[in-house]
């Protein structure tokens, strides 16, 4: 398993300039090439899963199978109310629980995390805005899976499982933490589907 880290997060240094979906992306795909070095399973959660959506579409030779974890591709999908409008208006208890863990590791000290929230606040307000027709595209198993209280709607979840040929849509009771919440319930998802699964339908 590797679990690798984003720019300007937990132990690796930020980087001169904005941040962005694409360039995340871009930095998975470098990851995949020099370190993984062959065909692998993705699990993007949160940010993590237009991460893992952006990288599929561009380098499907690069991934085998796919999670996609409580997230929306467009602004359309948007709970009204949930975390990113309070990360947008300045944090909250979030601000502080992000701020403690970027402090413990940062390379870069913690006088840097207001400029790392503030990247990630541009990011989050302006991205991302995925046309959901241009995800014909994205051929790799696909397992969409969310909570039903999360930060993305049921109904946009269902609109990226039928506009992708080979998708899956799993809705678990949670909020946007999820795979934390309910580990036990999460965990055996992903591996069944990792594994192979779920079947297809016989009928």
Excluded: C
């Excluded at 590791?105 to 046309?131: N, Q, R, W, Y």
């Amino acid at each position: 398993m590797h679990v690798p880290e984003r720019r300007g997060h937990a132990h690796t240094p930020d980087v001169e300039g904005p941040l962005t979906y694409q360039l995340m992306a871009d930095d998975t795909v470098a990851y995949l090439e020099t370190v993984v070095g062959q065909r692998a399973h993705l699990v993007g959660w949160s940010d993590g899963a237009v991460v893992a959506l952006l990288v599929a579409r561009a380098r499907p030779d690069l991934v085998d199978r796919m999670v996609l974890v409580g997230q929306y591709y467009n602004s359309a999908g948007k709970v009204p109310g949930g975390l990113t409008e309070a990360l947008l208006a300045g944090g909250g208890d979030a601000l502080a629980f992000l701020r403690q863990a970027y402090d413990e590791v940062s390379p870069d000290g913690p006088d840097h995390f207001t400029v790392v929230f503030d990247k990630t606040v541009h990011m989050i307000a302006t991205e991302p805005e995925l046309d959901l027709a241009t995800l014909r595209s994205v051929t790799v198993p696909t397992l969409v899976l969310q909570g039903d209280r999360d930060e993305v709607t049921v109904a946009h979840s269902t609109a990226v499982v039928e506009a992708m040929p080979d998708a899956r849509l799993a809705v678990l009771p949670g909020t946007h933490a999820l795979p934390v919440e309910s580990p036990g319930t999460v965990n055996p998802v992903l591996l069944q589907f990792l594994g192979g699964g779920p079947p297809a339908p016989f009928f």
